[in-house]
T-cell receptor, first 113, second 114 residues
Framework: GQQVMQIPQYQHVQEGEDFTTYCNSS?????IQWYKQRPGGHPVFLIQ?????EVKKQKRLTFQFGEAKKNSSLHITATQTTDVGTYFC?????????????FGKGTHLIIQP | DAGVTQSPTHLIKTRGQQVTLRCSPK?????VSWYQQALGQGPQFIFQ???????QRGNFPDRFSGHQFPNYSSELNVNALLLGDSALYLC?????????????FGPGTRLLVL
């Protein structure tokens, strides 16, 4: 079946350091979405990437979609304690519509002040 | 403008029982998807409802069923509960515009099966 692999599972950083999480799919994605989930909370939508090679930025966050639309990354510059949480990528394999998403297992970001 | 709401927030059941979880989508949304999130894992897609019909289904047994009402709200039913059904159940709503719309998640229902 379709799978989205996400690494690393855990990432410890000092506050102010950068952080990157990577997602990889075995088959081509229609689009990929990124979510953040705080401890005890629910996934909150961050961004959607649709086009091959797309790069989007949100303040300190940079999202990339690979040229083959099989991989993606999220990079956070100069982490802050508010960045703590689990970051999930979620792939959509269908051609259109908000169909069921295939989530990675997430990267737990732990920040040491 | 209310977001996605779910009830109840927490639930404790015993093995073999049945449970019904409820979801009201975000205003203006007509599509509801359900996900199961086990502890420490990513959400897993159960199924999606649109126009009161199941449109797409993930790899879950028939013990998991659902329903969508004319007002777009939805229910998730799980029969013959197993210990492994303990999880956070998330509802996500979206529109059916066909333009790969964003899914908005509700706060979830935490189900514990003893």
């Amino acid at each position: 079946g379709q799978q989205v692999m996400q690494i690393p599972q855990y990432q410890h950083v000092q506050e102010g350091e950068d952080f990157t999480t990577y997602c990889n799919s075995s088959t081509t994605l229609s689009n990929i979405q990124w979510y953040k989930q705080r401890p005890g909370g629910h996934p909150v939508f961050l961004i959607q990437l649709v086009k091959s090679g797309e790069v989007k930025k949100q303040k300190r966050l940079t999202f990339q979609f690979g040229e083959a639309k099989k991989n993606s990354s999220l990079h956070i510059t100069a982490t802050q304690t508010t960045d703590v949480g689990t970051y999930f990528c979620a792939g959509n394999y269908s051609g259109g519509g908000a169909d069921g998403l295939t989530f990675g297992k997430g990267t737990h970001l732990i920040i040491q002040p | 403008d209310a977001g996605v709401t779910q009830s109840p927030t927490h639930l404790i059941k015993t093995r073999g029982q049945q449970v019904t979880l409820r979801c009201s989508p975000k205003s203006g949304h007509d599509t509801v998807s359900w996900y199961q999130q086990a502890l420490g894992q990513g959400p897993q897609f159960i199924f999606q409802y649109y126009e009161e019909e199941e449109r797409q289904r993930g790899n879950f047994p028939d013990r998991f069923s659902g329903h969508q009402f004319p007002n777009y709200s939805s229910e998730l039913n799980v029969n013959a509960l197993l210990l492994g059904d303990s999880a956070l159940y998330l509802c996500a709503s979206s529109t059916s515009g066909g333009n790969q719309e964003t899914q908005y998640f509700g706060p979830g229902t935490r189900l514990l099966v003893l």
